[in-house]
């Protein structure tokens, strides 16, 4: 079993850039894909980014792509979700998952494990 632990949420302004972080504990992730979602308030959870168990092939939703960027440190069993050119849309609780395989995948079905996530607000 895996535990995740995101970190690294706060209040920014549109245009501002935010890094989360999230720590695996439990079982290496190196031969995972990790994934983050988003869920704003009222929505749906939602896809934001993934990256397969060795980190050289990722997706991304429409809506960040460009601007965020998801690496990992296996080494480390974190893996990280950079985001610049925050706006008001980004904002929502993040939160990563461990795959069931090393696949990049982007449906929430094909992630097994996640964290509690992490709160983003973006102002205008």
């Known amino acids: 079993q895996v535990q995740l632990v995101e970190s690294g949420g706060g209040l920014v302004q549109a245009g501002d850039f935010l890094t989360l972080s999230c720590a695996a504990s439990?079982?290496?992730?190196?031969?995972?894909?990790m994934g983050w979602f988003r869920q704003a308030p009222g929505k749906e959870r939602e896809f934001v980014a993934t990256?397969?168990?060795?980190?050289?092939?990722?997706s991304y939703a429409d809506s960040v792509r460009g601007r965020f960027t998801i690496n990992r440190d296996n080494a480390k069993n974190r893996v990280y979700l950079h985001m610049t050119s925050l706006k008001p849309g980004d904002t929502g609780v993040y939160s990563c998952?461990?795959?069931?395989?090393?696949?990049?995948?982007?449906?929430?079905?094909?992630?097994?494990?996640w964290g509690q996530g992490t709160q983003v607000i973006v102002s205008s």
């Open positions: 990256a397969s168990a060795d980190g050289i092939l990722t």
């Open positions: 439990g079982r290496a992730i190196s031969y995972t894909a």
């Open positions: 998952a461990s795959g069931r395989n090393g696949y990049a995948r982007a449906l929430s079905s094909d992630f097994e494990y």
